[in-house]
């Protein structure tokens, strides 16, 4: 059974940081592209946000314009772990965060809907 974990999340003042936290367990981790995503309360139709991703050799990395130059997605093999380190947090980053799991690396710029979630992390930005 897929198992997606997160944790990390917070409340944090703007420009502050977050690293989070993805647990992973039950598939190949060394064949899995692990992304993350969020809900966000200004974020309109059932689809989340897609965020990061990163193939499954930890090689190429994609960011969506949103957080292009304040997030980084890592991987670590030995703990199949994934994280998310969010640096210059805005109050529009608000939201709950989601590890996914994909059988293909891709990117997304409308609704996503990924084949695998976790239960999710809250990120609060606010003064």
């Known amino acids: 059974e897929v198992q997606l974990v997160e944790s990390g999340g917070g409340s944090v003042q703007p420009g502050g940081s977050l690293r989070l936290s993805c647990a992973t367990s039950?598939?190949?981790?060394?064949?899995?592209?692990i992304n993350w995503a969020r809900q966000g309360p200004g974020k309109s139709g059932p689809g989340l946000e897609w965020l990061a991703g990163q193939n499954f050799a930890g090689v190429t990395a994609e960011y969506a314009d949103s957080v292009r130059g304040r997030a980084t997605i890592s991987k670590d093999f030995a703990k199949k772990m994934v994280y998310l380190q969010l640096t210059d947090l805005r109050p529009e980053d608000t939201g709950m965060y989601f590890c996914?799991?994909?059988?293909?690396?891709?990117?997304?710029?409308?609704?996503?809907?990924?084949?695998?979630r976790g239960r999710g992390t809250q990120v609060t930005v606010s003064s």
């Open positions: 996914t799991k994909e059988t293909f690396f891709a990117t997304y710029t409308t609704d996503y809907y990924p084949e695998y």
């Open positions: 039950g598939f190949a981790f060394d064949s899995a592209t």
